[in-house]
């Protein structure tokens, strides 16, 4: 397989397409993720546990733009202390939800640009079996 640049990889990643191909789609609906990619067999999900990253790109996404959204809202505009707290506490509670098949999908992209493994054992069991 041709070997491709992190710009592509990352940009199919945040369009939910595999990393490995870029044309099979990672998701069957909002949070039902498929096992592996149905044009290259590459496999999502690599091991037990593998998706904890994920949560943690998605838990610094929220703080990040919370954060900020809240400190600009209250220098740039008269909105009250509580209103404000509010809003981003409701946005906080809201945005994980729509960012997590983005944070998967980000978090394998990562991993397929600083750790490539074109390896059987990143394919599904049997469709290129190594050979002796
Ligand atoms: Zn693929």
Not at 9 to 38: Q, T, V, Y
Not at 115 to 124: E, G, I, V
């Amino acid at each position: 397989m041709q070997k491709r640049e992190g710009r592509q990889i990352l940009s199919d990643g945040m369009r939910l397409r595999c990393p490995r191909c870029g044309a099979g789609k990672m998701f069957l609906g909002m949070f039902k993720m498929r096992s592996e990619c149905s044009s290259c067999h590459f496999r999502f999900e690599r091991e037990a546990g593998y998706f904890v990253g994920a949560m943690y790109i998605n838990y610094g996404m929220t703080v990040i733009i919370a954060f900020a959204g809240y400190f600009a809202l209250d220098y740039f505009t008269a909105i009250p202390f509580l209103p404000n707290f509010i809003l981003w506490g409701v946005f906080s509670a809201l945005f994980p939800v729509f960012f997590f098949r983005y944070s998967r999908s980000l978090w394998l992209s990562f991993d397929c640009i600083f750790n490539p493994s074109d390896s059987p054992d990143s394919r599904r069991e049997g469709a290129n079996p190594p050979s002796a």
